[in-house]
């Protein structure tokens, strides 16, 4: 998929704490920026506190962003939406299928 966000190009290419993710809903052409948490096995119940896994939302589509250490972030997946009433639903449905490709 080629498609060319800035932010992409900003994030580092470490593992982000949520808080960090948020940040790039400052970024231009990013409306919504979450983290994807993921259930693990640990005692908590949740991975430690940095994801490699984002759901970022520009002004037409949500993609799912995920690193590879060392390749950087790369979109996994991607859906367009036509209005903004539309933002939330499209952001469940990537998000779903970000958790079912990482479970």
Not at 52 to 67: F, G
Request: proline share 8%; net charge negative; charged share 25%.
């Amino acid at each position: 998929m080629s498609i060319d966000i800035p932010a992409l190009d900003l994030l580092p290419d470490v593992p982000l704490s949520p808080d960090a993710v948020g940040q790039f809903e400052s970024e231009e052409g990013i409306c919504r920026a979450v983290p994807v948490e993921i259930k693990s096995t640990n005692s908590t119940g949740f991975e430690p506190p940095h994801v490699d896994d984002i759901i970022l939302a520009t002004q037409r589509e949500v993609l799912y962003v995920t690193r590879s250490p060392g390749n950087g972030w790369e979109i996994e997946h991607s859906e367009e939406y036509e209005v903004e009433d539309q933002l939330t639903d499209t952001i469940e449905s990537v998000t779903e299928v970000a958790e079912h490709q990482l479970s």
